[in-house]
């Protein structure tokens, strides 16, 4: 893997995501407990033995920032490699599923031309998964195509995944959106550093499109393959996506596959462990390190620093980092965002199809 070097795309923002994503980018929401969606393709690689990653951040690029710093997490404060922050173009809102920007690679061409590694390995920000990507240079090797594409089999109708057409492994298109039992991108791939520069100054004219939109009239012209991908992986694209994601980590056996495979790396936050107070009741949840609880938590995932008070009740819910529940209130299938204060005895009740959403309080 020391022939390959990384490129995160970060830069990628949709109004789906609604109140989570205001003021921060999908790359960095808050997952899990302790995690952000970054942290896996990031772990991927560096498990994987890249030791070189690019980031292509977007203008909403603080709380990645501050996330990441230098890489230290992740063994990337290094003098030879390591991690580079990149900036992004003003890439908007999404409405035709984007996610690899020409004009992106395009702004940050030094990066790929100063590297001697003949491969990179480009991924999105916002697929859940925990994979070694040295099985995927394998077979890139292998078959000796100009890209290979990695894939799952779609579960579900959406809209916002990108489908694979083919013909056996053959890539012979891509479509926008899915249907289920559809090949499914899981946006990443692999490609020749030589062949990414050259489609750059291909379609320099048009490098406000997505890669494989400027790719569309070429497939016939390219050797590009589908390898498959067995485990889980989902991507995550809106709220009711990231609620029902979060929540699958409360089955044992979604939780050792992303995190017992391979260690997931983050942000290191030194804190005292949780207490649970006399008359606290947890059942079937995430609890990290930091929290006091007083009252009920079940079928939940609490992050780091919250106090559930007495009496309180947390049911099917995601309480991000900080928030204070007063004694007496009661939450259901909703997602309390960072730093917010619940009074006392409120009430706050989402649906099982719509959880409720209540934004990071900034103050």
Not at 33 to 57: E, H
Not at 88 to 110: P, T
Not at 213 to 230: G, Q, T
Not at 277 to 306: H, Q, Y
């Amino acid at each position: 893997m020391d022939r390959v070097i990384g490129l995160i795309a970060a830069n990628f923002a949709t109004e789906e995501m609604g109140e989570l994503t205001d003021e921060r980018t999908i790359a960095s929401l808050p997952y899990g407990g302790r995690y952000r969606l970054i942290d896996f393709p990031l772990s991927n690689m560096v498990n994987s033995g890249i030791s070189t990653v690019g980031i292509i951040t977007p203008y909403k690029y603080r709380s990645i920032i501050d996330h990441i710093g230098a890489g230290k997490a992740w063994g990337l404060d290094r003098k030879n490699g390591g991690l580079f922050v990149l900036p992004g173009s003003v890439f908007g809102i999404s409405s035709s599923g984007s996610r690899f920007l020409l004009r992106d690679v395009r702004r940050n061409l030094v990066y790929l031309m100063r590297s001697p590694a003949p491969y990179v390995l480009v991924t999105s920000s916002n697929v859940v998964c925990n994979m070694d990507y040295s099985e995927l240079l394998k077979q890139h090797l292998q078959s000796g195509a100009d890209i290979t594409m990695l894939y799952n089999m779609a579960d579900s109708d959406d809209p916002n995944r990108t489908g694979i057409k083919a013909d056996g492994d053959r890539v012979t298109g891509v479509t926008h959106g899915v249907q289920d039992g559809d090949m499914a991108f899981l946006d990443c791939f692999i490609i020749s550093r030589s062949l990414l520069l050259k489609i750059v100054e291909w379609y320099s004219a048009i490098d406000y499109l997505d890669l494989f939109e400027v790719l569309e009239d070429d497939f016939d012209k390219m050797d590009i393959r589908a390898y498959p991908y067995e485990g889980y992986a989902k991507s995550i694209f809106t709220v009711q996506e990231y609620f029902k994601r979060s929540m699958d980590l409360l089955d044992t056996k979604v939780y050792d596959e992303l995190f017992e495979r391979a260690p997931v790396m983050t942000k290191v936050q030194d804190s005292v462990p949780t207490k649970y107070m006399k008359g606290a009741s947890v059942k079937n949840s995430l609890i990290p390190a930091g929290c006091v609880i007083e009252g009920t938590v079940e079928d939940s995932i609490l992050f780091r620093g919250v106090t559930v008070g007495k009496g309180a009740v947390v049911k099917n819910s995601i309480i991000m980092q900080s928030c204070v529940l007063g004694d007496g209130a009661c939450i259901e299938n909703a997602i309390i965002d960072r730093s917010n204060v619940i009074r006392a005895g409120t009430v706050i009740k989402g649906s099982t199809e719509e959880a409720f959403i209540k934004e990071k309080n900034l103050i």
